[in-house]
């Protein structure tokens, strides 16, 4: 560990630290700490990317593939909880969802982090799944009221449906804005993700991310107090996904996220789909 330092990029490295992050969330606003190693050549092993959501510090960590990162780790993590404390920060919060058999999950709870909450994942063949909706739309269609549509994101401002998802808490206000720019690496599919819209009212949305052979439902929601229509609404969600990916191509599967408490109706829907529950992921944090 002696050819180790911890630090933060000089302008000059910027475009290294963003390829480092090439496959991560890194928001605008977000402090960067980088691990190098000296020898044999300088080089980025390790990074963390942390930023401030009102009274508490969200972070998230990097490494090399093949790096021994547990050490490494353990120094990125002092140094953020560190800055944390001086910025007078309340809580300290990792910026994953982990499974109990992550590396960083074990790394986390050594220096007193612990579970805040868990969230569940279900998974559906999207064949299956495209199939069963498709049917349920044609069905369903002379039923739904002549002035609901929906159009895709790319149309609109995340305003548009904050006040719908916001209670559900499934991801925070800093990611959505993140994901729902155009090119945000493992961003929403802007024409796939749509807003449900009753004239000209937004009543539900359904937010979803394209990637290796799987759609990531992240928010599903439709306002609407008759169950009758909320069915009809999520029909209509998902028959904007499947008019523009048929089955048979790069997408194989749904996976569907809901919290443990909030938003209990995605386990329900993903079952009726024949999903099946994914081990359960948990959100890990520290009072300071």
């Known amino acids: 560990m002696t050819d180790l330092i911890i630090r933060e990029p000089d302008v000059a490295e910027w475009d290294r630290v963003i390829y480092f992050f090439r496959n991560h969330m890194l928001l605008p606003q977000s402090r960067i700490l980088v691990a190098l190693r000296r020898q044999p050549v300088e080089r980025f092993v390790a990074a963390a990317a942390w930023w401030t959501e009102g009274s508490a510090v969200r972070f998230q960590l990097v490494c090399q593939p093949g790096t021994a990162h547990p050490e490494i780790f353990a120094l990125l993590i002092n140094r953020v909880m560190e800055s944390a404390r001086l910025a007078g920060r309340q809580r300290i919060q990792y910026a994953d969802v ?118 990531y439902i992240d928010v599903r929601v439709v306002q609407v107090e008759n169950r009758r229509l909320r069915a009809l609404g999520n029909l209509l969600l998902f028959h904007h996904i499947g008019k523009r990916w048929s089955p048979g191509g790069q997408i194989h599967r749904l996976q569907f996220h809901g919290g443990e408490a909030e938003h209990r109706e995605t386990a329900n829907l993903a079952i009726r789909m024949g999903g099946r529950e994914l081990p359960s992921r948990h959100i890990y944090a520290k009072e300071l």
């Open 98 to 215: 982990l499974t109990d058999d992550d590396a960083t999950c074990n790394i986390l709870k050594e220096y007193g982090f612990a579970p805040l909450g868990k969230n569940r994942f279900f998974e559906a063949s999207y064949e299956d799944a495209w199939q069963r909706a498709m049917h349920l739309f044609e069905k369903s269609r002379p039923h739904i009221p002549p002035d609901w549509s929906t159009e895709p994101i790319r149309k609109h401002r995340l305003e548009t449906v904050w006040g719908l998802i916001e209670k559900h808490r499934l991801l925070p206000a800093t990611e959505l804005h993140y994901y729902w720019q155009m090119n945000s690496p493992g961003g929403l599919d802007l024409d796939a993700s749509s807003i449900l819209f009753a004239g000209a009212q937004p009543i539900g949305t359904m937010l979803t991310r394209n990637g290796q052979g799987t759609f």
